[in-house]
């Protein structure tokens, strides 16, 4: 269960957790789809806040921060990390940076090889416990794990929900519900009205909303119906 300071910065039953992951994670046109054993099984495992590892799964709830969490393990696996790397670098930030879910708070990206973070202004190996790399990483040439912004406590407080840049997960706003970007209008409120038989058009004018806007969330929510 998510503790009450989390209850109004967004909740996700397991089951819509695992959707919303699954969902960006065809974005990637990836066979590795996660599903709610998944899920289950890495928070069992301590990968997300260590004290919901004790929850059955029939009670849990998780958190914005919880699900981003899942969702970044998720893409350092579809990246081709392996658990060794990803438990070393949880590890190695959660000792040295003190982050209790390190994956929510701390900025990570990937090569071919390992996975890294910055630390006091450089990047650093976290799966190689710390280590500085050999030879000068171009931060470009890295790939970021996750299309998210972080508050100035580091931990991040939106998720675009890439390749669709009008979609916004936001755990202050709806609960966490995804919504059209820079709205509180849920994507499911604009799917429920386009399959009353409304026009994106039409709700475009209703909610007065670009026409993109619109048509974003009705694939979003296309997608996420698909999965």
Request: aromatic share 10%.
């Amino acid at each position: 269960m998510s503790s009450e300071s989390e209850l109004y910065q967004g909740i996700y039953e397991v089951s819509e957790a695992a959707r919303i992951i699954r969902t960006t994670s065809r974005f990637l046109e990836t066979h590795y789809l996660i599903n709610n054993r998944h899920v289950l099984r890495w928070i069992h495992n301590g990968l997300s806040l260590p004290a919901l590892s004790e929850v059955p799964g029939r009670e849990l709830t998780i958190s914005f921060t919880d699900l981003v969490s899942m969702r970044v393990i998720a893409l350092l696996r579809i990246a081709g990390m392996t658990w060794r790397q990803i438990y070393a670098a949880e590890d190695w930030v959660r000792e040295h940076v003190g982050a209790p879910r390190p994956f929510a708070t701390e900025r990570f990206w990937t090569d071919p090889r390992d996975i890294y973070t910055r630390y006091e202004d450089r990047f650093i190996a976290a799966s190689l416990g710390g280590q500085y790399p050999f030879t000068e990483l171009i931060e470009e040439r890295l790939l970021p794990i996750a299309g998210l912004t972080f508050n100035e406590e580091g931990i991040a407080d939106s998720w675009t929900l890439l390749p669709i840049r009008e979609v916004l997960l936001k755990p202050s706003v709806q609960f966490g519900a995804p919504c059209v970007r820079k709205t509180r209008i849920p994507t499911k409120t604009i799917w429920e009205m386009h399959e009353g038989g409304d026009s994106p058009g039409f709700i475009a004018r209703v909610y007065e909303l670009e026409l993109k806007q619109v048509e974003e969330a009705i694939e979003w929510e296309e997608r996420l119906a698909a999965a």
